[in-house]
Structure formats: structure tokens, C-alpha cells
């Protein structure tokens, strides 16, 4: 009785499906080795079973050790079949497939693509976004993976040995991505970059590589796009992006000018009236209170004026762009670090405001309020 090693057994049983079979060969070929690895997995099921640290757990132990002692000793002196079936598990570094438990801990809440003990996890979508472009990718890449796999296995003349050094050259190239470390922190960016990985922290730097050479090729190859869908998703997504901070960098500027701007403007001269009328009462009244409000004040809207102006000015520069990707990077250069700038100052007169006159809820009204 025989089993082929190929990769077309493996794609078709799986792993645990083509070991278990490996493991039913040898039995029939050597039946006293069938009967030590059916006494290995009682043993193994007993010691799950038992409390840990008690002298039944030693002795289970102490008995399961002898057995697998028993059991190498046994393959090492067979030959023929039964040795090849034993030198694959020894190739691969086990003689038995053992069971995994789910992993029942929390998932790394840092990463954006966390394993959380049977599968990879994403991190929430924004509303109005889907995870189908990213599952095309994902999809792809394993894909490829899979193929190159296939092909350095079925053209090998010692599967066992070629599957045991796949593994460990695949372990070997790629296991710098691996971090279950904390993904914010910045010794983590140092690392990454360190080892060789991108960081690519806008769109406007990730749409690029969309149309990379070795990109159009791979889905090409897979025949998932044409080069020119890919270009055609590679424009579509700038486009998008620009639009977007189009929108949000016009509006940001008109709501500080038409209703930020009125609002703090009415407070500051309420306050300023407030000043006069106490010193017609009497020049005596302290009104230092009122006064330093009222110096902050202009020296935040001094900033507001400043940050919308710069804004706009930002805008209009923007407007004489052609190219998608000449527009994107100066919206993450010039019109997203001008809208930071603008904030900053809003911010500061939100945080001195009387709530009667500032036009928008508050953070507080919006989590507290119903």
C-alpha cells in the first residue's frame, strides 16, 4: 500500500487528511508500530484529561515518552516503505499531527490585520468603504504564493526533502512581517523600517504601486485584471481622494469664515460691552477677567483669519494642477497640513466659547446629550 506525495494530494486532502493517511499505511505495513501510535493518541487524550503536576500527569508522561521512544526506535530500524512514510514526518519535524486549540484570546487590537488563532482578521471599515478591493489583493498574492509553491514541489525529484527546505526558505524570506508587538507606538515604525518594510502612511503613497510592474504582471498572470483595469482602479482612487479633500478643505474653509468666525466675533464684542459697562459703573470693577478672555480671543482669531486664508490660497494653487497624482501629493503636502493648521486655532476658540454662541454641538453634546 502506497500514498503519493504531491502537491495535488495535499491541495486535495489538506495536511491533517494526508498525514492521517500516511498514518494508516504504516500501520498496515507494520502493525506494531499501528498499535504504538494508536497507544500514542490514548495517551495523549488521557493526558488532556488529567490534572496537570499530578502523579497520574507524571505517569502518563512518563509512559507517552517511552512510547514515542519506542516508536522512533522501531522507524529508525524499518525500511522500504514504513522508513519513507517516518523520514517525511521526520523531515518536517513531527511524527504525529498534533491538535490545535483555537486561540481564545483577545485579537491584537493594534495591528490593522490581525491572526486571531484560525484566521486573519481586519480592523473596522469606515462607512462608506468595502473590503472587496483589498480581498482581490489578498487573494491574488496567495495565490501566487500557492503557484510558486506548486511549482518548485512537483518538479521536485525528493518531495520530502523539498517540502522540508520550502519550509524552512519560506519561513527564512518572509517571517519580517510577523509583529505582535504594539502597532502604535514609534519603535515599532523604527523596526518596520529596519526590516526592510514599507510604510506607506497616505493613499497618495500607496496608489502608485497599484500600476508597480511586478503588480500588472502578477494580475495579469492570474488573469484577475487587465493593465488596463488596474490603471483604470489606480485613477478611479485618486480621484476619489482628491474629490474628497476637495470637499472637505472648501467647506472647512467656508465654515470658519460664514459661521466660526461671526460667532466668536459677537462674543468677544459682548464681552468687550460687558468691560465698558462696569467701568461706567465704576472705575474701581475689576475687569482683568473679562479682558484677558477678550486678549485670547483675538489672538485665536487672529489665527483662524491667518489659517483660512492660507487655506484658500492653498486651494486656488491646487486648482492649477492637471495630473491626479500632482494633485494628491500636494493635498497630503500642502492642503491637509493647511486644514491641521485651521483646526488648531477653531479648537482654541471652541475651548473658551460661551456654549450659547458657539454654532456647532460640542463633543460633550453629542456623547452626553439626547
Not at 103 to 126: H, I, P, Q, Y
Not at 267 to 281: A, F, G, I, N, P
Not at 328 to 342: E, G, S, T
Request: overall charge neutral; glycine content about 4%.
Amino acid at each position: 500500500m502506497g500514498i503519493e506525495f504531491n502537491a495535488d494530494t495535499l491541495a486535495s486532502k489538506g495536511l491533517k487528511g494526508f498525514l492521517g493517511d500516511v498514518r494508516t499505511a504504516i500501520s498496515n505495513l507494520n502493525p506494531t508500530i499501528g498499535s504504538l501510535l494508536t497507544k500514542q493518541d490514548e495517551l495523549t487524550e488521557k493526558l488532556k484529561k488529567t490534572k496537570k503536576g499530578s502523579d497520574a500527569y507524571k505517569e502518563l508522561s512518563k509512559e507517552l515518552k517511552k512510547t514515542n521512544s519506542d516508536l522512533q526506535t522501531l522507524t529508525s530500524a524499518s525500511d522500504g516503505s514504513v522508513n519513507q512514510f517516518a523520514t517525511l514526518f521526520g523531515k518536517i519535524g513531527i511524527h504525529t499531527l498534533p491538535e490545535f486549540k483555537q486561540d481564545t484570546t483577545d485579537r491584537n487590537r493594534t495591528s490593522s490585520f490581525a491572526f486571531t488563532g484560525n484566521k486573519f482578521e481586519f480592523r473596522m471599515l469606515g462607512s462608506n468603504k468595502d473590503i472587496a478591493c483589498t480581498n482581490v489583493i489578498l487573494n491574488t498574492a496567495v495565490a501566487e504564493e500557492l503557484c510558486q509553491f506548486a511549482d518548485q514541489l512537483e518538479q521536485a525529484e525528493d518531495f520530502q526533502t523539498a517540502l522540508h527546505a520550502l519550509i524552512k526558505q519560506t519561513i527564512h524570506q518572509h517571517k519580517r512581517i510577523i509583529f505582535n508587538g504594539d502597532g502604535y507606538t514609534d519603535a515599532w515604525v523604527k523596526e518596520a523600517e529596519k526590516r526592510g518594510l514599507l510604510n506607506l502612511k497616505t493613499t497618495a503613497d500607496a496608489l502608485p504601486h497599484y500600476i508597480d510592474e511586478k503588480n500588472l504582471r502578477l494580475f495579469e498572470k492570474h488573469k484577475v485584471y487587465t493593465r488596463v483595469e488596474v490603471a483604470a482602479r489606480y485613477e478611479i482612487g485618486l480621484s476619489n481622494y482628491n474629490q474628497v479633500i476637495r470637499i472637505e478643505s472648501l467647506t472647512m474653509s467656508r465654515i470658519a469664515k460664514t459661521q466660526i468666525l461671526p460667532a466668536v466675533l459677537k462674543y468677544s464684542k459682548d464681552l468687550s460691552d460687558e468691560v465698558l459697562q462696569k467701568r461706567m459703573v465704576s472705575k474701581d470693577i475689576d475687569t482683568s477677567s473679562e479682558e484677558a478672555i477678550i486678549k485670547q480671543l483675538s489672538s485665536y482669531i487672529k489665527d483662524l483669519y491667518h489659517g483660512y486664508t492660507a487655506l484658500d490660497e492653498a486651494i486656488a494653487h491646487r486648482d492649477e494642477l492637471t495630473s491626479n497624482q500632482e494633485i494628491a501629493n500636494y493635498n497630503r503636502d500642502v492642503i491637509l497640513p493647511a486644514m491641521a493648521v485651521l483646526r488648531e486655532g477653531a479648537d482654541a476658540l471652541e475651548r473658551i466659547c460661551a456654549k450659547s454662541y458657539w454654532p456647532f454641538p460640542t463633543y460633550g453634546d453629542l456623547l452626553y446629550s439626547f
